[in-house]
């Protein structure tokens, strides 16, 4: 498959594109906008593009730089998803987050582009020099295991957070 996805990071000058495409998430029934950096939970743009834009290099967040990227469809310049690379893990991210996290707009789904975003987020994490980086995901979201099982993916284990079974992929980068 042809990808024809590139990854952004966040600006001022996508702001409308964003809140297009977390609104969609809200208009799904969908509380949260997984990989956008907590995107659900600001009301105020620049606040969360502030963070965004300030944890990835200066100001760590629960102890981590993380950098946020939207992908965009190369023809037509729609945002497709969102991911974001965790620099390194904490004992917490060990256990229940991981380096990566990636969601794709609900109407795009089904369609192929949740691999194609996650293979160009592996590219960012080689450039960065991580060997090897982990996906935890909630047992019953079987989308995102299967993409995660579709980029060499190994399934390491399985805990319990919240009451929700989560399992740990790892891909190897090397």
């Known amino acids: 498959m042809t990808n024809?996805?590139?990854?952004?990071?966040?600006?001022?000058?996508?702001?409308?594109?964003?809140?297009?495409?977390?609104q969609e998430y809200f208009d799904f029934g969908e509380t949260q906008v997984n990989g956008s950096c907590g995107l659900a939970y600001y009301d105020n743009f620049d606040e969360w593009l502030n963070l965004v834009l300030s944890i990835e290099k200066d100001k760590l967040r629960n102890n981590v730089h993380t950098s946020t990227f939207f992908s965009i469809r190369k023809e037509d310049n729609k945002i497709i998803g969102s991911v974001?690379?965790?620099?390194?893990l904490t004992p917490y991210l060990e256990k229940h987050g991981g380096h990566i996290a990636y969601g794709i707009r609900p109407s795009e789904r089904i369609k192929g582009y949740g691999k194609q975003q996650l293979l160009l987020i592996l590219d960012v994490a080689r450039s960065m020099k991580i060997p090897k980086v982990m996906i935890v995901?909630?047992?019953?979201?079987?989308?995102?295991?299967?993409?995660?099982?579709?980029?060499?993916?190994?399934?390491?284990?399985?805990?319990?957070?919240?009451?929700?079974?989560?399992?740990?992929?790892?891909?190897d980068l090397r």
């Open 4 to 22: 024809n996805l590139i990854l952004v990071r966040p600006s001022k000058e996508l702001e409308k594109e964003i809140r297009e495409y977390k």
């Open 84 to 88: 974001k690379l965790h620099h390194f």
């Open 137 to 171: 995901c909630d047992k019953d979201n079987i989308a995102s295991a299967k993409t995660a099982l579709s980029c060499n993916g190994v399934l390491t284990g399985e805990n319990v957070y919240k009451g929700i079974v989560q399992q740990h992929f790892w891909i």
